[in-house]
């Protein structure tokens, strides 16, 4: 069985805690564990955008995405942040390579409606994915590394959210396992303590209570339970555990 791991956040940024999360990553790899990898890559892109001076533009929480960003997300997701994964991951001595979702009809999208009559350019909603490219590549003993850039059925090219690339792809794949790396603890209760472990009935409670970047991994997550993904974990060690029932 295969394990998809999203690795997000201040990780992506953060060069020791990144070595941190990729060494352990690595050693479920060589004890003989198949591994995804997906990745997102937001700060790398602000500070992109920055560069060009181009300005940063989001609504409703997503970045909207005209055609100068877009070359900028896909530029950084499958160039820079992309190939900077794979690099670490070989100094490890894992035999990686970096795809994007785009890549072999990896990761489809549809594009994303307007919310609240503003239009996001070049953002898409994943509508499904393909395990033909990466279980090629772990037939191989190779590690895939996607990053979250999707292709609609026209050809079209979309920056997505990075949670539902990962969840999309636990459900193509059969994945036993999605796991969230990021920078939280993992799902908070009233009190500001992490909820150790959740039943997806349960967690359908928590979403209109959760904001900023836990409502999509929450959304991602409870789609991806209900379509068969066994079990899911948000944050490091002492994170939030969700199951099915």
Not at 79 to 87: A, E, I, P
Not at 93 to 98: L, T, Y
Not at 132 to 145: D, E, H, Q, R, T
Not at 232 to 239: N, P
Request: net charge neutral; proline share 2%.
């Amino acid at each position: 069985m295969t394990t998809v791991i999203k690795l997000g956040g201040s990780l992506l940024d953060d060069a020791a805690r990144r070595d941190g999360a990729l060494r352990k990553i690595v050693a479920r790899w060589n004890a003989g564990e198949d591994i995804v990898l997906v990745h997102g890559g937001g700060k790398h892109i602000d500070a992109a955008l920055a560069r060009a001076g181009i300005a940063k533009k989001t609504h409703a929480g997503l970045r909207i995405t005209d055609d100068a960003t877009l070359q900028i997300v896909v530029s950084v997701l499958g160039g820079t942040v992309n190939k900077m994964l794979v690099s670490e991951l070989t100094k490890l001595g894992v035999r990686a390579a970096g795809i994007s979702g785009c890549d072999g009809g990896t990761l489809v999208a549809a594009q994303h409606p307007a919310i609240d009559g503003v239009g996001l350019g070049h953002v898409g909603k994943v509508t499904h994915a393909s395990k033909a490219l990466v279980a090629s590549m772990l037939n191989y003993g190779v590690l895939p590394v996607v990053s979250s850039i999707a292709m609609g059925e026209d050809g079209q090219l979309f920056n997505v959210n990075a949670d539902n690339a990962a969840a999309a792809m636990a459900v193509a794949v059969g994945a036993k396992e999605l796991l969230f790396i990021t920078d939280v603890a993992g799902l908070l209760d009233a009190d500001g303590n992490v909820v150790p472990r959740l039943h997806a009935a349960d967690a359908k409670t928590f979403i209109d209570n959760v904001t900023g970047g836990m409502k999509p991994k929450l959304q991602a997550a409870l789609s991806a339970l209900t379509s068969g993904v066994r079990e899911i974990t948000i944050g490091e060690e002492g994170g939030t555990t969700l199951v099915a029932a």
